[in-house]
């Protein structure tokens, strides 16, 4: 069984910085993407950042140029530095691992971290 396990997040006022990072742990997989989603009350969850296994990354539209996505792939970490926030940024934070296992593909999630950006 894989685990993700993050940490960070919290309350910030508008225009603050966070940083929230997880950790893929447990049974062994190939890794070929880990990234961040986030669910805000009342909406459907969305893509924030991906970065993959060779370091290509991909943000959504609206963090663009605010938020930055690292990962380390001999630790099975990735991180989500996240500047200028909005309140619009507010949201559970989840984070995702995608990749194969017995030449099929398998996915993870984490159980979510707060993020809350005051006005």
């Known amino acids: 069984q894989v685990q993700l396990v993050e940490s960070g997040g919290g309350l910030v006022q508008a225009g603050g910085s966070l940083r929230v990072s997880c950790v893929a742990s447990g049974s062994t997989f190939r890794i070929i993407r880990m990234g961040w989603y986030r669910q805000a009350p009342g909406k459907q969850r969305e893509l924030v950042a991906t970065?993959?296994?060779?370091?290509?990354?991909n943000y959504l539209d609206s963090v663009k140029g605010r938020f930055t996505i690292s990962g380390d792939n001999a630790k099975n970490t990735v991180s989500l530095q996240m500047n200028s926030l909005k309140p619009e940024d507010t949201a559970v934070y989840y984070c995702?691992?995608?990749?194969?296992?017995?030449?099929?593909?398998?996915?993870?999630w984490g159980q979510g971290t707060q993020v809350t950006v005051s006005s």
């Open positions: 970065i993959t296994s060779i370091g290509s990354t």
């Open positions: 995702n691992a995608f990749g194969m296992r017995n030449g099929g593909y398998i996915e993870y």
